[in-house]
């Protein structure tokens, strides 16, 4: 039975300014979501810089087909992905339960896809009218300290003040699940904040992640800018937002880019992501993503799988890839790398979130290198790849200790960087290119 069909209103921010993408449907039995529909607005059909929502089920690639047409989500889901990518993940909605002062998981969808303040990932907004205004939801950099104090209070399901509880929708549109919030610096850019989480025991986990998204930069990565700040006795992660763009003249312009997932590109529901593989993105990039960037997209996303394996990231799901549109080709291209954590573990048999080649999940070169023909690689293209991410994870001690990273958090994390001898077998390091 559906309790409410209620109806939103999504916003695009095309050149620097908010105008009304469409209108969504969404039907729910309390707090479940249990079908949507979109139909783009006649407007933003003929604007000539529309952007897509989502290039599954809502391309703009024919537009007269869908003119005035309520689109449903592909394959049976409840959502469309490049919707659900504009809605809080698990930290954002408690920052919106904290907020409004009510338990875990209890609001409808719509409330906090409605919730999430103006400065979400990419360039949707979600409102309740086409008369309401656009809700900044930023603090400026100088007052990370303070953002971070609410942070960990809401962790800790602590109450928030009158204050701090109104300055909190800084954290609410943000994806993932660990502690974070927006931030605009002296000249206006706009950075992803991650902070310490409550439960990280002895590691320093900002420290580490920095460290090692500028591992992934020296490997050859396409990486998000990134840095580290210090907050009291505490480290903050910044990392710039890549679905942002400022124009150089005087009078500055954010440009916003829009963002989706690869499990919306792969158009699974997220329970199912746990069968999904590196080769349903590649198949799923040649698919949507731009031609033009189609071959550097796939030897990008194969190198960061290697990359992966050699520093233990094991959280690599569906959500942890990303697309951008390209506002001057129109269409997709893979986002700058994020969210890469070394995990050590001490089973030398490892395992990755995602599928990496005909063995399943197994964390070996050897694996990866048996799947180089689904992202497109010659024999010697893949090898070079694998050699080229060694020759940069090898000195990863090095590297970490002029990044600043404490002397206990290297040997804390050491387990996690794996050595070529212990994921690839004789045969293969034969073929690699020789030092
Ligand atoms: N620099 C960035 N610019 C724009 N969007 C970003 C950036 N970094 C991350 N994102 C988006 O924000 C989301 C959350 O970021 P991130 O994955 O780093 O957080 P997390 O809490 O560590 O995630 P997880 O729950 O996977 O551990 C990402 O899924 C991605 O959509
Ligand atoms: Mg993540």
Known sequence: MVNATKELFVFANLGGEFVPAGQLQVDEEGSRLIASSFAYGLRYLDRGNAQEVDPVALSLKN???????????PNGLEAFG????????????????????????????STYLLEAGSDRIGALDIRASLDQEERPAHESIHNLSYVLEGAQRIEAGLPV????SRILIVGSGLGGMRPKASVRD?????????????NDGAFDVPSIE????????????????????????????????????WTTSARSIEIRHHVVS?????????????????MNIADAIRRYCLVQTVKSDLEELYARMIFNLFVSNDDDHLRNHAFLWNQELKGWS?????????????????????????????????NAYSAKERFGLSAQLASS????????????KIYFENFGVAADQISGISLAFRHIDDICSTELIKTLPKD
């Open 385 to 396: 790849i694998i050699d080229r991410v060694w020759q940069a994870t090898r000195q990863w």
């Open 210 to 245: 920095y460290a090692t998204l500028k591992l992934a930069e020296l490997a050859g990565l396409n990486v998000a800018q990134t840095k580290l700040e210090p907050v009291g006795n505490k480290k903050v992660l910044l990392v710039k937002r890549f679905d942002r763009s």
């Open 334 to 366: 893979l986002s700058p790398l994020y969210d890469v954590m070394p995990h050590a573990v001490i089973a030398s048999e490892r395992y990755q979130r995602l599928g990496i080649g005909p063995q399943g999940k197994l964390a070996t070169l050897d």
């Open 186 to 198: 002296d000249e206006k850019i706009l950075w992803m904040a991650k902070f310490p989480a409550n």
């Open 262 to 278: 690869a499990l919306t590109l792969v158009a699974c529901h997220e329970s199912e992501s746990n069968t999904k593989s590196y």
């Open 63 to 73: 537009k007269s087909a869908i003119k005035g047409k309520y689109l449903v989500p």
């Open 161 to 164: 003040s009158e204050v701090l």
């Open 82 to 109: 490049g919707i659900r990518d504009a809605a809080p993940d698990s930290w954002g909605r408690r920052v919106i339960e904290a907020r409004l002062k009510v338990p875990a998981n209890s609001l409808p969808e």
